[in-house]
Nanobody, 123 residues
Framework: QVQLQESGGGSVQSGGSLRLSCVVS????????LGWFRQTPGQERVGIAA???????SYASSVKGRFTISRDNAKNTLYLQMDSLRPEDTAIYSC?????????????????WGQGTQVTVSS
């Protein structure tokens, strides 16, 4: 059973915006942390935004002030609003459910991953 399913990736010019969505199963939605990670070729996956069950959010310094994580409990959906996009934001973005939240912008002890969606920012 697919626990998390992303959508909303695509191509955009530098300075533009995109919103990613992640539909989460009832089971995964009860996780202590829901978050977004991104990965570029040859690099490790990096957490960039995380949302604790009580609604507390955190961000990696690379996206703070430009990206916003949120959720819609009625739709079991996690969002990532990305504004002021830069070419260095180009990556595969994945949503995740984890057992713990931290204030550095990522969930830890991840139990479930989405399949990923490509975001490409051109200069």
């Amino acid at each position: 059973q697919v626990q998390l399913q992303e959508s909303g990736g695509g191509s955009v010019q530098s300075g533009g915006s995109l919103r990613l969505s992640c539909v989460v199963s009832d089971y995964a939605y009860r996780s202590n942390c829901l978050g977004w990670f991104r990965q570029t070729p040859g690099q490790e996956r990096v957490g960039i935004a995380a949302l604790e069950r009580d609604g507390t959010s955190s961000y990696a310094s690379s996206v703070k002030g430009r990206f916003t994580i949120s959720r819609d409990n009625a739709k079991n959906t996690l969002y990532l609003q990305m504004d002021s996009l830069r070419p260095e934001d180009t990556a595969i973005y994945s949503c995740a459910a984890g057992r713990a939240w931290n204030n550095a912008g990522h969930c830890s002890a991840v139990t479930d991953w989405g399949q990923g969606t490509q975001v490409t920012v051109s200069s």
